[in-house]
C-alpha cells in the first residue's frame, strides 16, 4: 500500500505545483499592475480635469482606476486563465439577485458604523454642522458616487483577480491572511497612521474577503466597504482615513478620548474600537451569507462511471451465493408415437366413387 502511494504521489503533486506556481506568478503579475494603474489613473485625472473642477478629481481617479483595474485583469484573464468572460469571472456576475447581495452588504456596512459611531455619541457626542444650499447637494451626490467607485476599485484590486490567483497559490485562508497584510501595507502609506489604523485594515479586509469568499462574487463585499465609508462620511460628518474633502452637507467633530474617536482628523479608521467592532462583524457576515454560499459554494454532484448492468450483477451475487441454478430436464419420450387418424376428407371421397348411397 505505501508503494502504490509513493507511485501515485508524484503524478498527482507535480502538475498540482505547478499551477501553483503559475497562480503566484499571476498574484505578483497582477500586483504590480495595480500600482501601474493606479499612477496612470493619477496623472489622467490630472490631466483631464480642469482647476476649477479639481474637486472631481478623486472622482475621475477612482473611475479611471476601476476601468483600468477592469480591463488589465479581463486580459490577464483571457490570455492566460482561458476565461470566456473573464470580467464575470473577477467576480462581478450579473446573476439573478445581485443587487439583493449588494443591498446586504449595504446594510451590513451601515450596521458596523452606526455601532461604531453610538459610543462616540454617548461618550463626548459630535458637533454636527449643516451646510444646505443646492450647491452642497450636488457635491453630496458627487461623495456618494466617489466612495461608491473607489470601493469598487478596492474590491477589484483586493478581492478580485490578484486575489484569486493567490488563493489558486496558497488556499483561501491563507490568500485572506495575506492580502489582509497587503491591505493594510497600502493603507500605512497613508499619512498619520497608526497601529490602530493598520489593525482595523486587516480586520475590515478579513471582513471583505469573507463576503467574496461565502458568495463567490464581489457584490457583497463592495456593499460592506461602500456602506462603511459612505456613511460614516455622507451621514454623520466623519473624516475616512484621515480624508476630510468629501464633508460638503454634514460636517462633524467628535469630542471624546483619542482611542475612542480616532482624533478629528483621521476619523474611526485609527480607533480600536473599531477594530473591536469589525472583529465582532466576521461571525455576522458569516451568518448573513449562508443562503448565498449554498447556492454558488455547494459542489455541483456530475454523474460518471461506466454502465452497470444490475440484473446481471444480482444474478451472479445469488449464483456465488446459492451455486449455479439446476438445469431445466429435457422431455424424454418413452414409447411409440401412436398413429394419427387418416383425414376424414379421404374416408368421404372414397365413399364417393364406391357409388355407396
Sequence with gaps: ??????????????????????????????????FLARQ????????????????????VEQGMLVFLLLLGYAGFGFWFNRQLQPIRDQGLPLR?????????????????????????V????????????????????????????AALAEEIAFRGYGFQRFAEAVGPLGASLGFAAYYAIVQAIAPNSSHASVAVSVALSLVLATAYLRTKALWVSWGINFGWKASRALLFGLAVSGDTSHLHVVQGDPMGPLWLTGGGYYGL??????FIVLCAALPVVYRVTSELNYRYNTPVIVPAGIPVDLDAAARKQHEAAMGPAPAVPS???????????????KSV????DSGAP
Excluded: K
Excluded at 349 to 352: M, P, S
Design 1 to 34: 500500500m505505501g508503494m502504490l502511494l509513493r507511485d501515485w504521489e508524484p503524478r498527482m503533486t507535480t502538475p498540482a505545483r505547478g499551477h501553483r506556481l503559475r497562480a503566484y506568478v499571476l498574484f505578483v503579475v497582477a500586483v504590480i499592475y495595480f
Design 40 to 59: 496612470l489613473a493619477i496623472h489622467g485625472a490630472q490631466g483631464l480635469i480642469a482647476e476649477q473642477l479639481s474637486p472631481l478629481s478623486p472622482l
Design 96 to 120: 439573478v439577485g445581485w443587487t439583493g447581495e449588494a443591498g446586504l452588504g449595504l446594510a451590513v456596512g451601515w450596521a458596523i458604523a452606526l455601532v461604531c459611531v453610538l459610543p462616540l
Design 122 to 149: 454617548v461618550a463626548g457626542g459630535i458637533a454636527i454642522v449643516l451646510n444646505l444650499q443646492l450647491s452642497a447637494w450636488g457635491w453630496f451626490v458627487a461623495d456618494a458616487a466617489f466612495f461608491a467607485v
Design 269 to 274: 479608521d485609527g480607533t480600536w474600537l473599531a
Design 331 to 345: 422431455l424424454v419420450q418413452i414409447g411409440p408415437a401412436a398413429e394419427l387418424p387418416e383425414p376424414l376428407t
Design 349 to 352: 371421397g372414397a365413399d364417393a
